[in-house]
């Protein structure tokens, strides 16, 4: 329960209590009378208040504390009502039994009660039927309402734990997007410009330097839209964009792409998960395999392979190309968990890396 459903309650409970105790009291006081002896009015009158005043507040105290300190209570509280009835009227017990119906719990409470209900019930004479009869539904009905405010109170900390998941869940998904989009998309750009750079120092191919160089600019404004679709949550992948995509980014850094055709043999659910696969792939393969010359990519109906024939080395360890882990590699399992898939990813036997994804159907 959080700290704001606790003032709330507590809060509810003094103004309820304090508006019974407006008339629980001066009514007592009544019943009792004034012509006593001073000594005995004075006395009286103080255990009323002091009764009153518990009825406030000792549920405040006794709250989010142990069955130690709530049954004590109850039990103190019963027993100031069983010292001022015969002083004052047996109707005490009704505002008694309330109180302990909110501040005792479980099967002390129905002990506690039964008992002092039983002792009633052979003390008092047959005229209290009534009284005997309100005490019943007192605790019954104050006890459905404590049970209710306790639902309440779980009902909103699980609302509040939904909305904090929920916007964890956003935050999770907005990385784990924009590491996709920025990743690939500016590894194409250094690519691309790296490219570019190379002809023009070399003082050949101008024409082909500029097409790349747009090609850059192209894929940067890309890349901002991209954002502004994931930061809205309205950015969707499509796998043949990204085979195309993926086919242009290995020829500017000079890697055959060995691509399908076609993405018909795979079924419409798993497209996405799949274009996510194939942008993560090569995109380790434009950063990580050193040397690599040719980049394959296979697809069937509920698996995708992307192998390339560079030296794996040390890359091969790397976490960002380990499955299970980098940033890249574990946003990739979340997704594939949503479809039922899994993902593999490790240097083969004898050169090159491959990165599998597959759905078990």
Not at 71 to 81: D, N, Q, S
Not at 225 to 240: E, F, H, N, Y
Not at 248 to 266: K, M, N, S, T, Y
Request: proline content about 4%; aromatic content about 8%; hydrophobic content about 50%.
């Amino acid at each position: 329960m959080t700290d704001q459903t606790v003032r709330d309650n507590h809060r509810g409970w003094v103004l309820t209590a304090c508006f019974f105790d407006l008339f629980m009291v001066p009514s007592l006081i009544g019943q009792f009378g004034l012509d006593r002896p001073v000594w005995l009015t004075a006395l009286v009158v103080a255990g009323i208040v002091v009764y009153g005043f518990g009825y406030v507040v000792l549920p405040l105290v006794v709250w989010g504390r142990s069955q130690a300190w709530q049954l004590p209570v109850g039990v103190a509280y019963m027993g100031l009502a069983a010292a001022l009835s015969p002083v004052a009227t047996p109707y005490i017990f009704i505002w008694a039994f309330a109180l302990c119906s909110v501040i005792v719990r479980g099967w002390w409470l129905i002990a506690l009660s039964g008992t002092v209900f039983v002792a009633l019930a052979v003390v008092l004479p047959s005229s209290y039927l009534g009284l005997l009869v309100i005490l019943v539904s007192v605790a019954i009905l104050c006890r459905s309402v404590v049970h209710m405010v306790d639902i309440n109170g779980a009902l909103r900390l699980a609302r509040d734990q939904v909305t904090a998941l929920a916007v964890a869940d956003e935050r999770s998904r907005i990385a784990r997007d924009l590491h996709d989009v920025l990743g690939h998309s500016l590894t194409t750009v250094t690519v691309k410009a790296g490219l570019a750079r190379r002809m023009l120092e070399a003082g050949v191919a101008t024409d082909r330097a500029l097409v790349e160089m747009r090609d850059v600019e192209r894929l940067s404004r890309q890349a901002l839209a991209d954002i502004t679709a994931t930061v809205s949550g309205v950015r969707a992948a499509s796998l043949a964009a990204e085979l195309v995509g993926a086919k242009e980014a290995l020829r500017a850094a000079g890697i055959d792409a060995d691509f399908p055709l076609a993405v018909d043999d795979v079924e419409p659910a798993y497209q996405e998960a799949f274009a996510f696969a194939l942008r993560e792939g090569v995109t380790n393969v434009l950063r990580h395999s050193a040397g690599a010359t040719r980049c394959e990519v296979r697809l069937g109906d509920s698996w995708l392979e992307v192998r390339d024939d560079g030296d794996p080395g040390p890359a091969a360890t790397q976490p960002s190309r380990v499955a299970g882990g980098g940033n890249g590699l574990s946003g990739l399992s979340e997704r594939l968990t949503g479809i039922g898939g899994r993902l593999e990813a490790g240097p083969m036997p004898s050169q090159g890396f491959r990165l599998r994804v597959e759905v078990a159907v």
